[in-house]
């Protein structure tokens, strides 16, 4: 079983519509990330958060939202999507900021745009 | 510089044969590389994983093989399972940074 939590499972919104994603972890990781995957790619990276504070937003449009209450939490928050952003959303952690080594990911979310 | 280059796209193997995924890089700053495996429909999990300092590491049917002067990076799965039928990629981390570069993934089937 993941050690990353993420929900819903499955969201199917329209583009005028509002909705977040959320992700937990429990295992003390200080580092957590956001990823995008579409059908037969790999993961593209999103967001980063280390201790709390956005540390890398890869140029991500503004209608994505990302928001880190606490160090077991992450959102994503979902505006005027469009089709092309239908995609599996899927939620990491790493043990510390910057120190490379294992990634957990969550089991994703799966978006769809109508 | 900050691509890794996977092969095969895609692969099918006999039930107990040996499957092989070959990944190469060029940022010599990378000094993580680990290989996920994914089943439809779920995240990717952390198969096994590799420091430059060694050049092999195995963890049960799965080995890593490393060559840091080619700078290329293999994973083998030998006795290969009709259950080990899913994507592996291939990715590789700088020191220092929150960047995981992901190859591009091979498709393994394992025939019964």
């Known amino acids: 079983d993941t050690e990353v939590t993420q929900t819903p499972k499955h969201l199917v919104m329209g583009m005028t519509n509002k909705k977040s994603l959320k992700c937990e972890q429990h295992?003390?990781?200080?580092?957590m990330y956001w990823y995008k995957q579409k059908a037969k790619k790999p993961p593209e990276l999103m967001f980063v958060y280390s201790y709390e504070k956005l540390s890398i937003n890869e140029s991500v449009p503004s209608r994505f939202s990302p928001e880190c209450p606490n160090s077991s939490l992450l959102n994503l928050h979902l505006h005027a999507l469009q089709p092309e952003d239908s995609a599996l959303y899927l939620c990491?952690?790493?043990?510390?900021?910057?120190?490379?080594?294992?990634?957990?990911f969550g089991e994703g979310s799966r978006l769809t745009v109508l | 510089q900050q691509q890794v280059k996977q092969s095969p796209q895609s692969l099918i193997v006999q039930k107990g044969g040996i499957s092989i995924i070959n990944c190469a890089y060029e940022?010599?700053?990378?000094?993580?590389f680990p290989w996920y495996q994914q089943f439809p429909g779920k995240g990717p999990a952390l198969l096994i994983a590799i420091r430059p300092d060694v050049s092999e590491k195995k963890e049960g049917r799965f080995t890593i093989s490393f060559n840091k002067s080619a700078k290329q990076f293999s994973l083998h799965i030998m006795d290969s399972q009709p259950g080990d039928s899913a994507t592996y990629f291939c990715a590789a981390s700088p020191s220092g940074t929150y960047k995981y570069i992901f190859g591009t993934g091979t498709r393994l089937k394992v025939l019964a």
């Open positions: 940022n010599t700053a990378f000094d993580y």
């Open positions: 295992m003390g990781h200080r580092a």
């Open positions: 990491a952690s790493t043990r510390s900021g910057g120190d490379t080594g294992e990634l957990f």
